[in-house]
């Protein structure tokens, strides 16, 4: 078994294990979205489709995580008066945010950790390699102590 974090496994990891593993986890703080049975997976793909997000290019980890960020922030904006948002709103909107982030921590709690005052989302969630690219959630979020 193979376990690794969520950049760390790419197309060129693999080919160096010699093609791809047969049996690994993934400890991830974002969705991994080879597993399309999650609802938060399947309104991603159909809304990144239809904006025009290549097949290819909706896999990739960056992809996804900058589609949560985008939507995130529209979110805090919106909350905090759309157009007629300032500097005072939009950090209030940001203080109050408890989450959930789409393909990301459905927890958000910043300043839980006092150490990491700008940790605001520490969930991790561990996916399974199933084979052929797909993959398995096989815990819901965990949350560090504190959060």
Request: net charge neutral.
């Amino acid at each position: 078994v193979i376990a690794t974090g969520s950049f760390c496994f790419t197309g060129a990891t693999a080919q160096g294990l010699g093609g791809e593993a047969p049996k690994w986890q993934q400890l991830s703080t974002q969705t991994n979205v080879a597993d399309r049975s999650l609802s938060d997976v399947k309104a991603y793909l159909d809304a990144s489709g239809a904006a025009g997000l290549s097949p290819a290019s909706q896999t990739t980890s960056d992809a996804a995580l900058a589609w949560g960020l985008v939507l995130t922030a529209t979110r805090l904006l919106n909350t905090a008066g759309g157009a007629q948002a300032d500097e005072t709103s939009i950090a209030t909107a940001a203080k109050n945010f408890a989450g959930p982030m789409l393909l990301g921590s459905a927890k958000i709690k910043c300043g839980a950790i006092p150490s990491q005052p700008g940790l605001c989302g520490a969930q991790t969630r561990v996916f399974e390699h199933t084979g052929g690219g797909t993959f398995k959630a096989v815990t819901d979020w965990l949350s560090p102590a504190g959060m």
